[in-house]
């Protein structure tokens, strides 16, 4: 099956500085979704991303979708401590009635106030 | 906010036995979703629901499992004969249609002793 290698793995950073992580596949996807989980809650849309090539921003969040389709990536800008969870990236192939999600493995950050 | 929301939030069940998750999604939604996320791993699709059947399923979701829409708002998901390796979180998700994205619950948390 299709699997999404996102990275990094983990990320430790000071309030105030930027992060990035990204996502590659093997495979293309029609859409790329990026979604934060905290501890005991589901995974909360932050960005969908429709188009290839496409830049889209969510407040201190930018997301982009390759223009492969094969990869995808996610900056938050000025991080601060609230910003701190998982981060994961998901492709959606759609087609007929195929809209199932594919998970890559999450990026957990941390933000030191 | 519309939101999906899952009951219970933690599940304990003795191995063998019958458990059904429920989940109420967001009320104008029309494609819905069951994923899982054993500990520390990534989300992972089970079975996709549209127009009263199963439009999608993955190899986990044997037969052992079964979804429902018993009514114009719950949708369950039925674990038949709960194994050990069943313990995870299972979340919940809706999306109006197909392509847009979906919206996931904060999840049940399924133990099984």
């Known amino acids: 099956g299709q699997q999404l290698n996102q990275s990094p793995q983990s990320m430790f950073i000071q309030e105030g500085e930027d992060v990035s992580m990204n996502c590659t596949s093997s495979?293309?996807?029609?859409?790329w979704l990026w979604y934060k989980q905290d501890p005991g809650e589901g995974p909360v849309l932050l960005i969908a991303l429709y188009k290839a090539g496409e830049l889209t921003s969510n407040g201190r969040l930018t997301a982009q979708f390759g223009i492969t389709r094969k990869d995808s990536f996610l900056n938050i800008s000025a991080s601060i401590p609230s910003d701190v969870g998982i981060y994961f990236c998901?492709?959606?192939?759609?087609?007929?009635?195929?809209?199932?999600?594919?998970f890559g493995k999450g990026t957990l950050l941390t933000v030191n106030p | 906010e519309p939101e999906v929301t899952q009951t219970p939030s933690h599940q304990v069940t003795q191995m063998g036995q019958e458990v059904i998750l429920r989940c109420v999604p967001i009320?104008?939604?029309?494609?819905f979703y069951w994923y899982r996320q054993i500990l520390g791993q990534k989300v992972e699709f089970l079975v996709s629901?549209?127009?009263?059947?199963?439009?999608?399923k993955s190899e986990i979701f044997d037969d052992q499992f079964s979804v429902e829409r018993p009514d114009g708002s719950n949708f369950t998901l039925k674990i038949r004969s709960t194994k050990l390796e069943d313990s995870a979180m299972y979340f919940c998700a809706s999306s109006l249609r197909g392509q847009q994205p979906q919206h996931f619950g904060d999840g049940t948390r399924l133990s099984i002793l």
């Open positions: 629901f549209y127009n009263n059947e199963i439009s999608e």
């Open positions: 998901a492709g959606q192939l759609s087609g007929g009635s195929n809209y199932k999600l594919t």
């Open positions: 495979s293309i996807f029609n859409t």
């Open positions: 009320s104008n939604h029309l494609y």
